[in-house]
């Protein structure tokens, strides 16, 4: 076999690009600049008249499909009624003289699920309280002063700092700030005020993402452990097609292992969609009359984290193959070697799309046929190449698919969810690919 000697590549091999370099230091002229400015005004202005059709297209697939759009469009109108309803109460109902505080607090609660809602009202709450109890506090004890001011907006921006508080941290000092005249003096009486219209469009907002269409995205999970299966399969696929005649150029293992490192961001994507799954389902009333909602989303977690492993230990073995293909001599598997290794990649790329898979008829022996046929490909190329000097290179690739058909049979055995009984009385056990609605 033809060796393919280029220059070693290092650990961080730049990503395959057939773009020149372009040097952003050098010195631009007024006519680079307005050129720049011209360019810019003109796509903003494509942009704004097309506007109006790209949000009636976006109205149109909100009002015939469900999707990112109908969930704005139902956030937005959700919001929308909390704000009225809560300035409507605390204006003409309580006859607050804060009333504005109850539809701001309204609006910072509603959010895209009943648990989010429910944190971030329990979070914003607490926040109010701080601040109105430190504005409160400065007046009578350091008087209406700068230095009284600045002391209050220490203590209330060190509180904010609390974990607890999570992203409504900062609202403590914003609190503080607009009641310290308010609340200054004696004027005490108003502390209850508002923390009353924050309570109130708190309660509002909570109800209002509890009773009104509450999203169910417990789907969104199967499809992210479904992206992130078909990703590995697809990219061993390729690679076991491209070693059929042995190493391929370097520029395909370059890209071979450009992909595996994006499968980086697959992997958060599948964390994403399986927490917003189990979210979701969070004190929502609507899993009350769903028999389909998982009982548990463990499974997706573990397929998922499973899965992320695998990804490493495939970017493990691109990034031997690379090296390969710089070296001499016996480090250099032959092509016999190269196909059976190939042939057991494409028997990995089959056990990874079964994990994923959200037809599968025969409760996942499709997975534990390729994981048997794995191990079994696995220990005949271990054997071929028994203690001889090629062990060091021809072991990695061997160690690596191991622990990647490891990762495959864990996700297989601890992977898998229980889906509630349906209407009809039966009941189904399906691995954590399935979407279960």
């Not at 990703?231 to 005649?245: Q, S």
């Amino acid at each position: 076999m033809a060796k393919r000697r280029t220059e070693p590549v290092g650990e961080e091999e730049a990503e395959p690009s057939g773009k020149e370099p372009r040097c952003d230091s050098e010195p631009r002229g007024w006519s680079g600049l307005v050129a720049d400015g011209g360019t810019r005004l003109a796509d903003w202005w494509e942009q704004a008249r097309h506007g109006p059709r790209r949000g009636k297209a976006r109205l149109q697939r909100a009002a015939q499909y469900s999707g990112p759009e109908r969930e704005t469009l139902l956030l937005l109108l959700k919001s929308l009624v909390a704000g009225v309803f809560s300035w409507g109460l605390a204006q003409y109902v309580i006859a607050s003289p804060q009333p504005t505080y109850a539809p701001f607090t309204a609006l910072l609660v509603v959010q895209s699920t009943v648990y989010r809602s429910l944190l971030y009202s329990t979070q914003y709450i607490l926040a109010v309280i701080f601040g109105v109890l430190a504005a409160g506090a400065a007046g009578p004890l350091l008087g209406v002063n700068v230095a009284a001011f600045a002391a209050m907006l220490a203590v209330t921006l060190a509180i904010g700092r609390w974990q607890r508080l999570g992203p409504q941290g900062l609202q403590v000092s914003v609190a503080a700030v607009f009641a310290y005249n308010a609340l200054s003096g004696a004027q005490t009486s108003m502390l209850w005020e508002i923390v009353m219209m924050a309570l109130l469009g708190a309660g509002v907002g909570v109800c209002v993402s509890l009773l009104i269409l509450p999203p169910l995205r417990y789907r969104t999970a199967a499809q992210g452990v479904q992206s992130l299966s078909a990703a590995l399969a697809t990219l061993l696929h390729d690679m076991a097609e491209g070693l059929e005649d042995g190493l391929p150029e370097r520029g395909m293992l370059a890209e071979w292992l450009y992909r595996a490192r994006q499968l980086d961001s697959t992997v958060a994507s599948a964390r994403h969609a399986v927490e917003t799954g189990a979210e979701s389902v969070l004190y929502n009333p609507r899993r009350m009359v769903s028999r389909r909602v998982p009982v548990t989303f463990s499974g997706y977690r573990t397929s998922t984290e499973a899965l992320g492993r695998a990804a490493e230990q495939l970017r493990s073995i691109a990034y031997a193959l690379l090296r390969m293909c710089d070296s001499e001599g016996e480090l250099c598997p032959d092509d016999r070697y190269l196909r059976a290794y190939g042939d057991l990649l494409e028997i990995a790329s089959r056990g990874a799309g079964a994990i994923g898979a959200t037809d599968d008829a025969d409760g996942g022996n499709a997975l534990r046929r390729a994981l048997d046929d794995g191990y079994t490909r696995h220990s005949d190329l271990t054997a071929s190449v028994g203690d001889s000097s090629a062990w060091p290179s021809h072991g990695v690739l061997l160690t690596d698919v191991y622990r990647l058909l490891e990762e495959f049979d864990h996700a297989h055995t601890q992977g898998s969810i229980e889906i509630p009984a349906r209407r009809d009385g039966g009941a189904r056990r399906g691995q954590a690919g399935e979407p279960g609605g």
